[in-house]
């Protein structure tokens, strides 16, 4: 497009408005419902008489987000908190986001690791929590690209917007709305984090600009507000896992339970005093790198919920235990919430990273290492993926209906036949149930397909295993495994009849064949010295015997192999 105009001098100062029509244009769609198409758009001046031109260029998505009511229509109490892309009310999948590092190292390597961390969890969005800074462009420009949309809040906190700046505040919501608007990723402007009044002059000021500089995005006046929920009756009031099992929101702004990060990052910055010592020492540095620097109960917190699982004899199972309790207590809440959907729209684990060094609620610690959860929630997360609703761990001696669904977000099962299969295994790894739920084409998703009910005998056991899978045109598609009645014996699931692991690489392909006499369970391949750094496209999985699976993986060098009951 070329476009003549006269312009005589420096204070001849002209605007132009331009309109172009982009035939066939192709959407810009959230991970997982279709690709995140991106348009260039270059502008160039070229003096007719000669002299100096310029030029400049931007990328944008072309992309629709409507809010839509809750089932039931709306209601002054709450939010449309019904997110409508491209015409197509969605479930939305997320995760929180903090300020990357507490001494501002930005850099796009780091950003590149932690997102694309949150689209192998299968994330849509993230919420750039408002206690956290405004965030650069090179965060926006690969969450673009990568299909992942932002709630963008403003750094306000807790009510801080009372007190303050109010000159600085509007400055950082004016610029910045300016210098953000033109992102598809950018879903939703927001007042902030967990202010209980999220009134007065500055929220005014912030949806004000949301409409006058922007008008294309809702504008939420805080989190939690208005139908969505924060929920930590697991972890600040020590609340057991069960409550994690059971409960249940319009959609999730937050929740979650801290963990410890993995060994090998606890290591890095341990003294070296303390690196071998177990238990802690008393508020030594270990105890320090907690969510509060052990100044909450951190520590008795973390006691807590890794105590479920193992007896914590050494600094690495305490570990492992702490992030079973993490992985088990999210991932059963985000596969509950999908299947409520429409009356639940979305969830927001809290959170994918940190800000420093220490135990938190992320998935991945701040150097970069996936802890098991991580590998939880992307199954939880899968467009097609089939689960099982549990309402408690113990079961012990106890009837169980477990509720079966087929979650099927992109509409993967059309136009061929699928299954379903359930499988029970007891504490020695023998089967005590199968079952299988089949169907052909596409359903209407989330699709409860039925109940798998196991007898007070069948559930007498310690601990208790679950696997579901999705067989499509007979080929598994997805799968994943729960763990329960585990409780009764310390360190069971660790102590699981053993198996043998073959690892054979060819290039960056990893294939993993359970060569011994029983399941694997637990599976997981790691890079010693480099967790910060290793990317697999699956972990943690589940191994029949004689079973093998190809994962794929960013570097092949120094691998190890290892499972929950394989060394």
């Not at 796009?108 to 849509?124: I, M």
């Not at 684990?349 to 940190?354: A, C, F, I, S, T």
């Not at 701040?366 to 467009?383: C, E, L, M, N, R």
């Not at 480099?530 to 496209?537: I, L, N, S, Y």
């Given at each position: 497009?070329?476009?003549?105009?006269?312009?005589?001098?420096?204070?001849?100062?002209?605007?132009?408005?331009?309109?172009?029509?982009?035939?066939?244009p192709?959407?810009?769609?959230?991970?997982?419902?279709?690709e995140?198409n991106?348009?260039?758009?270059?502008?160039?001046?070229?003096?007719?008489?000669?002299?100096?031109?310029?030029?400049?260029?931007t990328?944008?998505?072309?992309?629709?987000?409507?809010?839509a009511?809750?089932?039931g229509g709306e209601?002054?109490?709450?939010y449309?908190?019904?997110?409508?892309?491209?015409g197509?009310?969605?479930?939305?999948?997320g995760?929180?986001?903090c300020?990357?590092?507490?001494?501002?190292d930005?850099?796009?390597?780091?950003?590149?690791?932690?997102?694309?961390?949150?689209?192998?969890?299968?994330?849509?969005?993230?919420?750039?929590?408002g206690?956290g800074?405004?965030?650069?462009?090179?965060?926006?420009?690969?969450?673009?690209?990568?299909?992942i949309t932002?709630?963008?809040?403003?750094?306000?906190?807790?009510n801080?917007?009372e007190?303050?700046?109010?000159?600085?505040?509007e400055?950082t919501v004016r610029?910045n709305?300016?210098?953000l608007r033109?992102?598809?990723?950018?879903?939703?402007?927001?007042?902030?984090?967990?202010?209980?009044?999220?009134?007065?002059?500055a929220?005014?000021?912030m949806?004000?600009y949301?409409?006058?500089?922007?008008?294309?995005?809702?504008?939420h006046r805080?989190e939690?507000?208005?139908?969505?929920?924060?929920?930590?009756n697991?972890?600040?009031?020590?609340?057991?896992?069960?409550?994690n099992?059971?409960?249940?929101?319009?959609?999730?702004?937050e929740?979650?339970?801290?963990?410890?990060?993995?060994?090998?990052?606890?290591q890095?910055?341990?003294?070296p005093?303390?690196?071998?010592a177990w238990?802690?020492p008393?508020?030594?540095t270990?105890?320090h790198h907690?969510p509060?620097?052990?100044t909450?109960?951190?520590?008795n917190r973390?006691?807590?919920?890794?105590g479920?699982?193992?007896?914590?004899?050494?600094?690495?199972?305490f570990i492992?235990?702490?992030?079973?309790?993490h992985?088990?207590?999210?991932r059963?809440?985000?596969?509950?919430?999908?299947?409520?959907?429409?009356?639940?729209t979305?969830?927001l684990?809290?959170?994918?990273?940190?800000n420093?060094?220490?135990?938190?609620?992320a998935?991945?610690d701040?150097?970069?290492?996936?802890?098991?959860?991580?590998?939880?929630?992307?199954?939880?997360?899968?467009?097609l993926h089939?689960c099982?609703?549990?309402?408690?761990?113990?079961n012990n001696?106890?009837?169980?209906?477990?509720?079966v669904?087929?979650?099927d977000?992109?509409?993967?099962?059309?136009?061929?036949?699928?299954?379903?299969?359930v499988r029970?295994?007891?504490?020695?790894?023998?089967l005590?149930?199968a079952?299988?739920?089949?169907g052909?084409?596409?359903i209407?998703?989330?699709?409860?397909?039925g109940?798998?009910?196991?007898?007070?005998?069948?559930?007498?056991t310690?601990?208790?295993?679950?696997?579901?899978?999705?067989?499509?045109?007979?080929q598994?598609?997805?799968?994943?495994?729960?763990?329960?009645?585990?409780?009764p014996?310390?360190?069971?699931?660790?102590?699981?009849?053993?198996?043998?692991?073959?690892?054979?690489?060819?290039?960056?392909?990893?294939?993993?064949?359970?060569t011994?006499?029983?399941?694997?369970?637990?599976?997981h391949?790691?890079?010693?010295g480099?967790?910060?750094?290793?990317?697999?496209?699956d972990?943690?999985f589940w191994l029949?015997v004689?079973?093998?699976?190809?994962?794929?993986?960013n570097?092949?060098g120094?691998?190890?192999?290892?499972?929950?009951?394989?060394?």
């Open positions: 497009l070329y476009l003549a105009t006269d312009v005589s001098s420096e204070t001849d100062l002209r605007s132009l408005h331009l309109r172009l029509r982009i035939p066939n192709k959407a810009w769609w959230p991970n997982g419902l279709g995140p991106l348009y260039r758009l270059t502008l160039s001046i070229r003096p007719d008489g000669g002299g100096q031109g310029d030029h400049s260029s990328t944008f998505g072309i992309r629709t987000i409507e809010m009511p809750l089932p209601r002054p109490s709450f449309n908190w019904t997110f409508v892309f491209n197509r009310p969605t479930f939305l999948k995760t929180g986001w300020t990357m590092d507490s001494s501002m930005f850099n796009r390597h780091r950003y590149e690791r932690f997102l694309s961390l949150a689209k192998d969890q299968n994330c849509q969005m993230v919420r750039g929590w206690s800074m405004p965030e650069t462009d090179d965060f926006y420009d690969l969450c673009d690209r990568l299909g932002v709630m963008h809040e403003w750094p306000t906190a807790w801080s917007h007190v303050q700046p109010y000159d600085a505040l400055e610029l709305t300016l210098r033109n992102h598809p990723s950018l879903l939703m402007w927001g007042g902030g984090n967990e202010s209980s009044k999220p009134f007065g002059k929220i005014d000021m949806g004000r949301a409409i006058e500089l922007d008008g294309t995005r809702p504008f805080g939690p507000w208005a139908g969505s929920d924060h929920n930590y697991c972890w600040w009031a020590k609340s057991h896992l069960d409550a099992l059971k409960m249940t929101s319009r959609f999730f702004g929740f979650g339970i801290a963990s410890v990060p993995v060994f090998e990052s606890v890095r910055y341990l003294p005093a303390e690196k071998t238990p802690p008393e508020n030594g270990f105890m907690t509060v620097f052990n909450a109960e951190d520590m973390l006691r807590q919920y890794a479920y699982f193992t007896a914590g004899e050494s600094m690495q199972r492992t235990g702490s992030q079973m309790a992985a088990l207590a999210v059963h809440t985000l596969e509950r919430a999908r299947t409520r959907w429409p009356e639940c979305g969830a684990m809290y959170k994918l990273n940190d420093y060094p220490a135990a938190s609620w998935t991945t701040w150097y970069g290492a996936t802890k098991i959860a991580h590998w939880f929630v992307q199954d939880a997360f899968s467009p089939a099982a609703i549990f309402d408690s761990v113990n001696g106890k009837a169980l209906s477990l509720p669904f087929l979650l977000d992109a509409d993967a099962v059309a136009s061929a036949s699928w299954k379903v299969n029970a295994f007891d504490g020695k790894l023998k005590i149930k079952e299988s739920f089949n052909t084409g596409s209407q998703s989330p699709r409860k397909l109940t798998f009910d196991l007898t007070e005998r069948q559930t007498d310690t601990p208790l295993l679950v696997v579901t899978e999705v067989m499509k045109s007979n598994i598609v997805d799968r994943t495994f729960y763990f329960v009645n585990y409780e014996v310390k360190d069971c699931l660790l102590t699981l009849p053993r198996t043998q692991l073959k690892m054979t690489i060819s290039d960056k392909k990893v294939i993993v064949t359970n011994g006499k029983v399941l694997a369970v637990g599976v391949v790691d890079r010693p480099h967790a910060d750094t290793f990317r697999a496209d972990n943690y029949d004689g079973e093998s699976k190809t994962i794929t993986v570097d092949a120094g691998l190890a192999v290892g499972a929950w009951n394989a060394d």
